[in-house]
């Protein structure tokens, strides 16, 4: 390498990058034998040092300049007009690391450990980082390399450590409605277990377990809090991404989502690496298959189910997986509001429906994971938790450690509109299409207006007369309502018998 | 689709994007169901409307506001407070034909036509871009998408039509010194065909032909100088930087760039598209080969090769490949001037070497090519073109037409220091390290000051004795030239028989 120094003189753009980038007018470029993105180090006379790829540009940075965001300028504590030495520096490791993997070469814990460390820093550009994910896309992970990507997600994040206490956990691939986690984290804090539990919001469904939840008490929590509350009460359902116990995590699901990336291995990692990092040493997986899930069919089901075992084995954590049934709803209600009033009725004794007998079967089969019941006991002694109100009791506890109020199922609050919705045709329902409700229900407002959804006054196999109500639709903003009701005619909600789809009427005011 | 339509107030920021992204506050992502990289439809009243991916931020940008970078606000026409409709949209066709390359499906030309044009006008964000090429890299392109990819970049550059005129060319994969192009352009001319040849500049070698070609003339030509010049003389040596044949190839590699990809199919298309969009007939390849060269051995070669004749077929360019030998060095000079002079003095006659042959050779086969003269006989009737005289009155007319003053290869400038490098032991050189003689010649200022670089005294297989003078090494700046003598140590560039490395002395001022 022909190791030049520069002396540059700063230009500070007034614009934070989110990433760390620097950049070089065209000329000097041209001088230093740089491309856009290659790497340079910029130092300063303290000492403090900086890599970063560099961009190039014909105009708002002159030859002998060096722009630089506010994010970068403040890592580097330096003003307008401070002078900094450039020197054209080497590809990191973990570029190495992502040709290999491009060239379907096995990568080994330290390789995959510079890539997430990278990532995390910033260090990796979002181009070299897509690359990455795109090759693992394509050639996949094996068993090894799923484990050393869990291990550097680990490594890299925050981490809880609750000493000796036996902590229980509960993940759910998703893609259903129904709140289970809110009924399975009180029975198993009933149990006298700590189940420290993070969900997320919902992003292209009705409602995500933290948006439910956020009717009944903030989830917003701190790290702190998070540990506090499950100390004291045993469990707590808090929303992950504020607790950012893999931050490199999130960086990969922005790049995954514009290509729909869904690479082999990642996601176990991503799932396991959070369970590890809140000490997890017991975990029941939900895997709902269905053609609307994530997992469209049991062979698919039973691949991933073998995967997550496999790398709980090496990361201490034992894992059972539940495959459920992803082909219907999972309760009745769509929308926050609508799905928090579901597991408090639930809890409350108030119904028993098939979100609860699902909730009882995760339970149970952490308890008997755990060892503390015999096979085949676990949904018995669950039910019986849930029944004798003592998860009810617990549920109350963690509402009101998170900093919210207890209020009955019957006083969530209510949104200004609602609209009862009725068959135009007799038949049996052979099939309630859930992927077209949560469009219903977000048309409707749902998740940033709580109130808003849908509830299903039918289930599948119901024989149903013309005139029959079928569903009530709620929100808070009568035009978003309008437009939910004018979507259901291209979306419909209910499959009668012979494929005939369901038609409907509704009282237009 | 749920389709809602918000109104948002413009925050212009000030600085260029380079690409198109605007910016939406945390809150009004969430609201409206978008993670950063969703697209979203911005119109204004007036009727203009664009599709931009979206980034998400928590801070610069408030709830209600909408963020734009200046040449996206320009675009649009609007100032900061102006309102516009923000509505989400859908991926475009082309993020779907990516998915594809992704899940290995072959691509058609309806397809490849996408995504090249929402390159070119940005409406593909880079991560896109870089998942793109790194499924290509991976999946590969067969040759039909190989001539879909050459008719997509042709389609979406820029052309010049020279109506019934014959159009020759010729390209070189690169990887040696030597600028064959500056001695096949005239002869080509001579013999009185048009050869409009575009040449790149170095990027991590010595010198590229447009460097070179710089010491003679301006290279940076526009499309109509490029038409008007080559109507005029029959030739031209323009930097194709400057001229946008296919300017969805410069963003192509600016991505393929950091991670060093180099996907199969692609740079065949790059090449063919920029050849058809002058209307070449008729091209030579040189594809030299050798371990520090671009194509590492023979059976790689020829497999390019056939890619190169199959994809001229389909895109009406008869093209003839010639494997050279990219194992030694193309004429002894590696630096801007001192490679324009070794062509010069080629053409003046003064000089015969390996540069020349192989130049005779690659304008030759033109010839053969072209129908001009019969097989086995182009060799003969370059020589003579150039040996005659007629090349070098070419390329004076060529000279003086990019604006140019001709001078004799003596006169051509030279550097303030030079340094003679001597040989500390005796024996055969068994070869000659082309990437380490680049390497020295950069560090010693080369491309930028076009009088550094070095001369080499000595071939391969010369019996040298000790204190033999090996090269010269010339620069303008004297830090450099020592920068270079150190580096020397490091990166030999003779070996001896037996595998001695030369040893050097030179004497330090």
Redesign the interface.
Known sequence: M???VHSMKVKI????A?KMISILNQKNA??F?L????RIKISKKNGIELHT?VDV?D??VKPGEIGLFEDVARYLKVTNNSIVTVTPAE?PES?KA??KK?N?QKLNQQELLEIVKDINSNHL???????F???V???GFDLDETVFMTNALIETGNKIDFGQKIILDKHSVGGTNGRATMIVVPIIAAAGYMIPKTSS?S??SACGTADAMEVLAPVSLSLKQLKDITQKTGGVIAWGGAINLAPADDKII??E?????DPKGQVIASVMAKKASVGSKFLVIDLPVGPDTKIKNKIDAEEIAFKFLEVGKKVGIKVEVVITDGTKPSGNAFGAALEARLAMEILEGKKFDDLAKKSCELAGALLELVGDCKQGQGYTKAKHLLESGKALKKMHEIIIAQGGKIVSSKKISEPKFKQIVYSQSAGTIKKINVKNCM?IA??AGAP?DKEAGLVLFVEQGNKIKKKSPIFELQANNKR?LE??LN?LKGLPIIELEKNVIGKYYFKNN
Chains 1, 2 share one sequence.
């Open positions: 022909h190791e030049f753009l007034d614009i934070e989110g041209n001088e034998g491309m856009a993105l290659d790829p540009t105009s708002f590809k570029v992502i040709r491009i379907n550009s979002e181009i070299e980082t897509a690359a994910l795109t090759a896309q394509i050639n919001r992003i292209t922005k790049i989502h514009p290509l729909s990336l469009e977000r048309t940033t978003k437009l939910a979507l």
